[in-house]
């Protein structure tokens, strides 16, 4: 790694000292300073992995959940270049969502509540009808590793998407709390994220067709996904999706309900939610999620 991102690291001290948005400014002013002092080409070749991971702690701490991901895997793509075939470094780790209790990095405690949130979600999973036998470790091999060490760069999004849903779903959770009117913005876009995500992870499946929307990719998939109903696209209102909600849903009508909210809200964040509370939104979550697990768990053998 060159010697200017090993020996001056200014947004570092923020970090110590519990200013994280501070350090974010800092970093990536530090950041393209460098970009402007070396040219494109050496920045390119230059390992920025450290500064990277910092964003990407730094990030977390403001609750920036996309942008966190999109600095770890920043850090990621320098550690898979200059430490080939070695996933054990700690932007690695954290995109494997790797903890190791005893372990003294940075992160560790993010990878640490990723890896209980999404601990989680799959026991919520497993206590669905229709469900795969798929735990965390499978998660990893199937999923994760196999995407960082075969498939092309772009497909890491689905990796990192997938962590920053699970990320923030106790914050957004938390919010809903307290704010029971008005706005509801940043429910309406974590849950549209997951949404499309599984939708992504439909279309990126291995040997999948390029499907134009995610109902052809549901009928294509309806024999592996269990599917047992027939598909059903959005809803008139929004109203519409959440009064059909209930507890433990069937993995088929947990995928319905995927559907239907993203066919909905992919069009019009701007509803009357009279049947949206806490309650109703964590089983929306809980179905996303879900619905992502068991597309990973039915498509990526």
Request: glycine content about 4%; overall charge neutral; aromatic content about 10%.
């Amino acid at each position: 790694m060159p010697e200017h991102f090993e020996s001056s690291a200014p947004y570092r001290d923020l970090v110590d000292n519990d200013k994280p948005a501070k350090a974010v400014e800092e970093g990536l002013a530090y950041l393209a300073a460098r970009r402007l002092a070396v040219g494109d080409q050496q920045y390119h070749k230059d390992h920025k992995g450290t500064p990277f991971y910092i964003l990407g702690y730094s990030a977390f701490a403001c609750h920036d959940y996309t942008s966190a991901s999109l600095y770890f895997d920043a850090a990621a793509e320098a550690d898979l270049r200059y430490h080939q075939g070695d996933l054990n470094t700690p932007a690695l780790r954290f995109i494997q969502i790797l903890h190791a209790p005893k372990e003294d990095l940075l992160a560790s405690g993010i990878i640490a509540q990723i890896e209980a949130q999404t601990q989680a979600l799959l026991a919520e999973y497993q206590n669905r009808h229709l469900h795969e036998a798929i735990g965390l470790s499978d998660l990893r091999t199937r999923f994760f590793e196999r995407i960082l060490k075969n498939g092309p760069p772009h497909l890491r999004t689905l990796l990192t998407a997938f962590i920053s849903f699970v990320a923030e779903s106790d914050y957004r959770a938390k919010q809903f709390e307290l704010v029971a009117e008005g706005s509801r913005e940043p429910f309406f876009l974590h849950l549209f994220r997951g949404c499309v995500l599984f939708e992504s992870l439909l279309k990126s499946a291995p040997g999948a067709p390029n499907f134009s929307n995610m109902n052809k990719a549901l009928s294509h998939y309806k024999s592996q996904l269990r599917l047992r109903s027939p598909i059903r696209a959005g809803a008139k209102q929004f109203d519409t999706v959440v009064a059909s909600l209930a507890p433990n849903m069937d993995i088929d009508q947990a995928i319905y309900s995927c559907a239907q909210t993203r066919n909905t809200i992919g069009h019009n964040l701007v509803w009357a939610t009279t049947n949206l509370n806490s309650q109703t939104y964590n089983w929306l979550v809980q179905n996303v999620g879900v619905s992502c697990i068991h597309a990973i768990s039915r498509l990526y053998p």
